[in-house]
């Protein structure tokens, strides 16, 4: 399976700010995906991250609170914009790998976020 | 639409006895399923899938899940429970595309 680093593992930002986190993938895939897990509940899928084109947003996401990037088929940043304590969460981005009749998700360690 | 309720948000057991994770889902089709495992300040782990071939599937550490379509479930279980074995743990439907839904998510503690 693919190996993700994402950077940074964790900050501590001031409101009004912005942050951009990366994620870099040892492997060339079509599809990186980007999650968010506020403190004590599940992920919810922020957007996926295509190479070559704009990323597709979930319901509740826009591009000018998270805008991410693609350059290439191993890299990917979102950038969280204009920040609040509302957007104190782990950040978490994820390939899919295929095979074995399912594709399944391989995550990185996350990124988690702090806002004060 | 597809959707995936996990029935306990947490669950205590002691080391040494059998651990039960309850995850039921809905879903238009055949569906793919999953459980993840997240340790703290980890990142997400793959215990298991199950992909329309045998309904009972086993997974790392000794984890497995069945498939019951007519009861649409897929829960977790392991005979019996270890301590490094607390943690959160998701169970996870696929939807359209490459796209999954995660389920709240069941903390299980261990108990010495």
């Known amino acids: 399976s693919a190996v993700i680093s994402q950077k940074p593992s964790r900050d501590i930002c001031q409101r009004g700010t912005s942050l951009t986190i990366q994620c870099q993938v040892d492997?060339?895939?079509?599809?990186m995906f980007w999650y968010r897990q506020q403190p004590g509940q599940s992920l919810t899928l922020i957007a996926t991250?295509?190479?070559?084109?704009?990323?597709?947003?979930e319901s509740g996401f826009v591009i000018d609170k998270f805008p991410i990037s693609r350059p290439n088929l191993t890299f990917s940043t979102l950038t969280v914009s204009n920040m609040s304590p509302e957007d104190s969460s782990i950040y978490l981005c994820?390939?899919?790998?295929?095979?074995?009749?399912?594709?399944?998700?391989?995550f990185g360690a996350g990124s988690r976020l702090t806002v004060l | 639409a597809q959707s995936v309720t996990q029935l306990d948000s947490h669950v205590s057991v002691s080391e040494g006895t059998p651990v039960l994770l309850r995850c039921n889902y809905s879903?238009?089709?055949?569906?793919?399923l999953f459980w993840y495992v997240q340790h703290p300040n980890k990142g997400l782990q793959l215990l298991l899938k199950?992909?329309?071939?045998?309904?009972l599937v086993k997974g790392i550490n000794g984890f497995e899940a069945e498939f019951k379509k007519s009861e649409t479930s897929f829960h977790l279980t392991k005979p019996s429970a270890h301590m490094s074995d607390a943690a959160e743990y998701f169970c996870?439907?696929?939807?359209?595309?490459?796209?999954?839904?995660f389920g709240g998510g069941t903390r299980l503690m261990v108990k010495p």
């Open positions: 994820s390939v899919m790998t295929g095979g074995s009749g399912a594709n399944v998700l391989t």
């Open positions: 492997s060339q895939v079509t599809m």
């Open positions: 991250a295509n190479q070559g084109s704009e990323a597709t947003y």
């Open positions: 879903s238009s089709y055949s569906p793919s």
């Open positions: 199950y992909t329309s071939a045998a309904t």
């Open positions: 996870v439907v696929s939807r359209a595309g490459n796209m999954l839904t």
